[in-house]
């Protein structure tokens, strides 16, 4: 008589070579707007043994393998048009407290190699999601993002803002660990204020102004950002930030009037109280993006809009030619805001020689009258890989960006 054994597929791969394949799906969300997404896909095979075959022990030979499942990257395109749809939640690895980051003054350095974060990538064919742009193409870049919102205490009315606590300048970092921040302002005196992509510091200690932002209007980002705004600005903030990206399909996502709308409610309150900028926006040059979505935000916002001043990101070829790019983006930004007041929280160049960018950008932007609108900005981001070549240590890039 014969008895059958279920076997799953696992142990089979063990005792009789029978093979599983593995794939697996995770989507991590975070405030880095780096989206990782990884498939694993167990197959349960049946298999029928005839009573008194199996083997009496584990042949040596036989033993199974798990393959490893490395998490990939998903790219965002340069362009800032196409993001995957998960640039919002990032889990960033924690790094252990680290030393005072070393730095020294900037010296001319060779073409600096890419960022380990950014990897060239051809533009993708256009979709309705993902309008053609006109730059030429460009490096896949990725993206942070916010986490909830985090309630802290009430406050129960509205104070005038406090004088900044930040050390003066224009030059502010953009993070996820704010013991970064603080291991490089120990060593930098040129950053004057800092941001996560929420409305929460989470820790930040830097003497440095924390400028809160609304990433969007939905409750897991503003649960919480009536408080965490005002604490900020009675902490030295004279400026918030609106939502994230709305022109673009990954990020916000949402048409002008719906913004304008959501954006008057959360953002009225604070009207007096502190500098209020519109949605930040793409680099993107199609119809509906970039300065065209700005330009229909103004106009359903209308003349009782509370905004004084707008949010622009760009990303782009490196070089002193990509430097001049970046800086006529911004003159175009700034003619279609009509506020003279442009902060740029998020800017990159994403291939070619990455020191002569940041170099030529920074010093326009520091010295140069003609960018006086510019209010505020801000690399793409305080993270190995970009500003970062370690977790105490600055890349070629970054030790200019923190020293010139």
Known sequence: MFSKYIVPALCAANLLGVEA????????????????????VTDIVTVYVTEGDLPTSTPTSAAASVPSVAAAAVPYKGDDSNVEAAKPAVTTTTTPAAPVVALSPPVE????????????????????????????????????????SKVSSAVPTYAAPAPSTGKGGKRGLAYNDAKLVSNVCSSSNKFSWAYNWGSHSDGLD???????????????????????????????????FSFNECDNAGQCNMDAASAAAAHKSFMKPFVGKAKILAPSITSSESAGQGCSWLSSFMEACGSD?????????????????????????????????????????????????????????????????????????SYFYLAQGSLMQSANALSTF?????TM
């Open 305 to 377: 809009c509370p905004m004084d001043g707008c949010n622009a990101h760009w990303y782009g070829p490196g070089g002193e030619d990509g430097a001049d790019l970046f800086l006529k983006h911004l003159e175009k930004v700034n003619e279609t805001c009509g506020k003279n007041n442009v902060w740029v929280t998020e800017f990159a160049a994403t291939d070619g020689d990455v020191d002569a960018f940041v170099k030529k950008a920074v010093h326009e932007l520091d010295t140069n009258s003609k960018y006086s609108f510019v209010q505020g900005y």
């Open 206 to 240: 830097a003497a440095v102004t924390y400028i809160p932002t609304l990433w969007g209007p939905a409750p897991e980002h503003s649960n919480g950002w009536t408080e965490n705004a005002q604490k900020a600005i009675s902490a030295g903030a004279d400026t918030i």
């Open 109 to 148: 350095q060779p073409v600096a190699p890419k960022p380990t974060t950014m990897v060239t990538a051809t533009k993708a064919a256009p979709s309705p999601e993902q309008p053609e742009v006109s730059l030429p193409t460009q490096a896949a870049v990725v993206k942070p993002a916010p986490i909830a």
């Open 21 to 40: 394949a593995n794939h697996h799906r995770h989507m991590h969300n975070r405030r880095d707007y780096i989206a990782t997404e990884v498939e694993i």
């Open 398 to 402: 970054g030790n200019i960006y923190a």
